[in-house]
């Protein structure tokens, strides 16, 4: 049981496979096979809760923009390689709003002032600015949310 590929899939050997409740499987295995506990837990959430609890939301950038302002900011948290910037001029071409008015930004070191340029922009023309990699600038990012927090009559279409 130790030696295979997925022990998780298959039943515990001896009196194990009955006289332990699936939660106390998980534990075991996280003894024996640290390497296969992820896929163990994916296997236990959908036998105790259900698929939907392990299936990834599917994002709707439409729903997203219906719920938006122009005074609060969308937040993007993504994963490693994940890029919504496509999705986004899709969402733009599809509203009538136009790529050419959807701003990018890859924020990186020297690029705070244009930033801030562009945010000052967008807010009075109306235009959509997507600031991507933000996280190389942690500590610039309390300057941008000052900034804002100043914004106070936007243009009824930025985003």
């Known amino acids: 049981w130790y030696d295979l590929d997925a022990p998780e899939q298959i039943g ?12 106390q499987k998980l534990l075991l ?5 640290v390497d296969r506990v992820y896929r163990a837990v994916m296997d236990f959430i959908t036998v105790t809760m259900g698929e939907k609890f392990v299936q990834p939301p599917v994002i ?7 719920q938006s302002t122009p005074n609060s900011p969308i937040v993007f948290i993504l994963s490693p390689g994940s890029d919504p910037a496509s999705d986004l001029l899709k ?10 008015r959807l701003k990018f930004l890859a924020m990186g070191q020297g690029q705070e002032k244009v930033a801030l340029q562009l945010l000052e922009t967008a807010v009075a023309r109306g235009q959509w600015l997507m600031l991507q990699n933000c996280h190389l600038l942690v500590k610039w990012l309390k300057e941008l ?15």
Do not use: V, W
């Open 60 to 66: 709707s950038f439409e729903a997203i923009f219906e």
């Open 91 to 100: 969402l733009a071409e599809r509203s009538g709003f136009g790529t050419s």
């Open 29 to 33: 295995l996280r003894c024996f096979r």
């Open 12 to 23: 515990f050997p001896l009196q194990y496979k009955t006289s332990l409740d699936n939660f």
């Open 145 to 159: 949310e000052k900034a804002l927090e100043m914004i106070h009559k936007p243009h009824p279409d930025f985003r």
